[in-house]
């Protein structure tokens, strides 16, 4: 019990008290949490919300590469998932505003499926080839398995924000996004913002890609490319919209 009082307290002052010491103070300059800088291209797209709501689908961690940290930091509050082992934990602490839980988002509800843990956990992924792939191209190493009963995106967010509109979702669930993507009733939830992944897709040939096509033709636009996320808001939904 104490050892993890000491954990807390220690976990508090890295991230609340000496990570921002760090940060810059300039007026034009602003921190970002994104292993790409997502969350600088999203801020744009926000300006005029003051308290928004964000969905984060893999969340990871609760500071590091995360693209919603930085809306947080500025009073956000939302959702987030990751079915990594003591993730919930970990957000509880750095994150107590938010709704942090260990689930596994799929495309159905109900399925069960392996969740592949490996000693780098941003690795960990449900799809068997990218865990094969992690394992003979990069050298990781596989830790653990666990069983999952899958929940789709819609039961999941009305589960946890009940009759809550959503401003922004992220998903980042290794070789799932596309078929979350594809399979989501966008009827049900209907984010103003999407941050997803494309692995090798060329912006200059995103028109043809199936993916970035379902979702214009559900009513969004491409705003930006950041590494191999994409950024897209509802048409319409800009900067300050």
């Not at 300006?47 to 990871?60: L, N, Q, T």
């Not at 839980?101 to 109900?110: D, F």
């Not at 819609?154 to 809550?164: E, S």
Request: aromatic fraction near 8%; proline fraction near 4%; charge should be neutral.
């Amino acid at each position: 019990m104490r050892a993890g009082i000491i954990e807390s307290v220690a976990l508090r002052l890295r991230f609340e008290v000496w990570a921002k010491l760090r940060a810059g103070r300039h007026a034009s300059f602003d921190l970002s949490h994104s292993q790409f800088g997502e969350d600088m291209i999203v801020r744009t797209l926000c300006s005029g919300v003051e308290r928004g709501v964000y969905v984060d689908i893999g969340a990871h961690h609760p500071v590091y590469f995360s693209n919603t940290y930085y809306f947080y930091r500025r009073g956000w509050h939302g959702l987030n998932v990751d079915a990594n082992p003591g993730t919930k934990r970990l957000f509880d602490v750095l994150r107590p505003r938010d709704v942090n839980v260990e689930a596994c988002v799929g495309a159905e509800p109900g399925a069960t499926v392996e969740f592949f843990c490996f000693d780098n956990p941003a690795l960990n992924t449900t799809d068997a080839e990218m865990a094969r792939r992690a394992q003979e191209l990069s050298g990781a190493r596989l830790v653990s398995r666990r069983s999952f009963r899958t929940e789709t995106l819609v039961d999941l967010v009305a589960r946890c924000l009940p009759g809550t509109s959503v401003d922004i979702l992220n998903i980042d669930i290794e070789g799932v996004d596309e078929q979350v993507l594809m399979h989501h009733d966008w009827s049900k939830l209907r984010p103003r913002i999407l941050i997803f992944e494309r692995h090798g897709l060329d912006p200059l040939a995103a028109r043809e890609d199936h993916v970035i096509r379902h979702l214009r033709e559900v009513g969004y636009e491409v705003r930006g490319v950041a590494g191999p996320s994409w950024i897209m808001s509802l048409s319409g939904a800009g900067a300050g919209g």
